[in-house]
């Protein structure tokens, strides 16, 4: 299935809510839908199936994961003993693409994506080029010795100084990389992951 491109900020100001990685949102300023009447435009009232769709369309414009993808993590989370919403959300948070962005060595989870799929990154010293690819509790995470002179990562050790990462990560600023330490923990998600449960669970 191809991967459908949006305007980014569009998608925050349809959903009423920042979404994307960037510091230049519109929706800082322009709290209302896009177009012409959006300022005008009341937001319809949504049904209890609509809020647990629209939680399952952020959390996926969120991470950048497809339907199928996103349906074989929520299938999968639901097989295993416990809080199957906790499990999706660290499902989620270990994918490679968002350890990247957690740790500060891209701007974005679509900049880290794309820096996996060229290569650009290691896991445990070995090149790891699947963005969906599960890092594990113990494995090292860095940019390759053969990319931290490119411009892709300039300055990125003084950058990483700066980084407030995640509690279940550390960052080593000078390796140009980190570590897990912990299974992921997000204490306060901007979507429900009980509601997108539900919602599959229908």
């Known amino acids: ?105 891209a701007p ?11 290569g650009h990154i290691v896991v445990n010293g070995e090149k790891v080029d699947i963005p969906s690819y599960r890092v594990k509790v113990g494995q090292s995470v860095g940019a390759c010795e053969r990319s931290k002179g490119k411009k892709l990562l300039e300055g990125i050790s003084e950058k990483l100084q700066k980084v407030e990462a995640p509690a279940w990560l550390s960052v080593d600023a000078k390796a140009v990389g980190g570590k897990v330490l912990n299974a992921p923990t997000v204490e306060n998600p901007n979507f429900n992951p009980k509601a997108i449960i539900e919602f599959y669970s229908r």
């Open 1 to 105: 299935m191809a991967r459908r491109i949006v305007p980014k900020h569009k998608i925050c100001r349809k959903y009423g809510e920042k979404l994307c990685d960037s510091v230049k949102c519109p929706l800082t300023k322009r709290a209302y839908p896009a177009g012409q009447h959006g300022q005008s435009q009341k937001r319809a009232k949504v049904s209890g199936y609509g809020k647990q769709l629209l939680e399952k369309q952020k959390v996926k414009k969120i991470y950048g994961i497809l339907e199928r993808q996103f349906s074989n993590y929520v299938e999968e989370a639901s097989k295993k003993v416990g809080d199957t919403s906790k499990i999706l959300l660290n499902f989620l948070e270990s994918r490679l693409d968002n350890v990247v962005y957690r740790m500060g060595l």
């Open 108 to 118: 974005s989870r679509t900049s880290a994506r794309q820096m996996v799929t060229h």
